[in-house]
């Protein structure tokens, strides 16, 4: 009985561990182009596309700054190398979301990061997304009215 405990033992540690030994990175976003410095900035990071770009709270990662010259950013730790897309929100009257009219469009300013900017589709994941790739990362939100 204790040869058979041993080998299950020994595999469910190995297993158990492998998740802790994945890389890790940083991810500081800088968010540009606020229509004033009232507020705070809201910034929304998803791993997939579940819930992107409508349902924040569906987002993976959350975080919040102030805001400085029009301009805010936010670092992110110890996020797994992989895929992400990232939301910001200017979130003028401090209430901790987005503000949205009775049809459902956002009343506050949004910013989210394009690979191509020239793009005129809804934002998608696929059109939006970035890889974690290495210890300190960047990425830039410019916010449109």
Request: glycine fraction near 6%.
């Amino acid at each position: 009985m204790r040869k058979f405990k041993t080998p299950i033992m020994l595999t469910l540690i190995l297993f158990l561990s492998a998740g802790f030994n994945q890389p890790k990175g940083k991810l500081k976003v800088s968010i540009s182009n606020l229509r004033s410095n009232k507020g705070q900035v809201l910034i929304y990071l998803f791993e997939d596309e579940k819930g992107f770009p409508k349902d924040l709270e569906r987002a993976s990662f959350y975080g919040k700054s102030e805001i400085k010259d029009l301009k805010s950013s936010y670092t992110f730790e110890n996020l797994n190398y992989g895929e992400y897309a990232a939301i910001a929100v200017h979130d003028e009257n401090s209430d901790g979301m987005l503000d949205k009219s009775f049809l459902g469009m956002p009343k506050e300013n949004i910013g989210l990061h394009f690979n191509n900017k020239e793009s005129t589709q809804f934002p998608s994941f696929d059109n939006c997304k970035f890889i974690i790739d290495k210890k300190e990362n960047t990425i830039e939100l410019e916010v449109r009215f």
